[in-house]
C-alpha cells in the first residue's frame, strides 16, 4: 500500500496528469501516456522506462 498524501502528489512524469492507483496490479497508471508504473515495497518507481505500457484493453 502506498501513502495516499503521496499519490495526491505524483503526477506522471511524461504528461504530468494525474494518476489512478490501481491495487489490485500495485501499479500507478497514467491514462494519457498509457503507461503503468510499477509499486515495489511501496515504493513508486516513476521512470518511464520501468512502465509497463498499457494495450488497448487495459485500464
Wanted: glycine share 2%.
Amino acid at each position: 500500500m502506498v501513502d495516499p498524501k503521496l499519490l495526491e502528489l505524483l503526477v506522471c512524469p511524461l504528461t504530468k496528469t494525474i494518476l489512478r492507483y490501481d491495487r489490485e496490479a500495485n501499479e500507478l497508471v497514467s491514462e494519457k501516456a498509457r503507461l503503468a508504473f510499477p509499486i515495489r515495497d511501496g515504493i513508486p518507481i516513476m521512470l518511464v522506462d520501468e512502465a509497463r505500457q498499457l494495450d488497448e484493453t487495459s485500464a
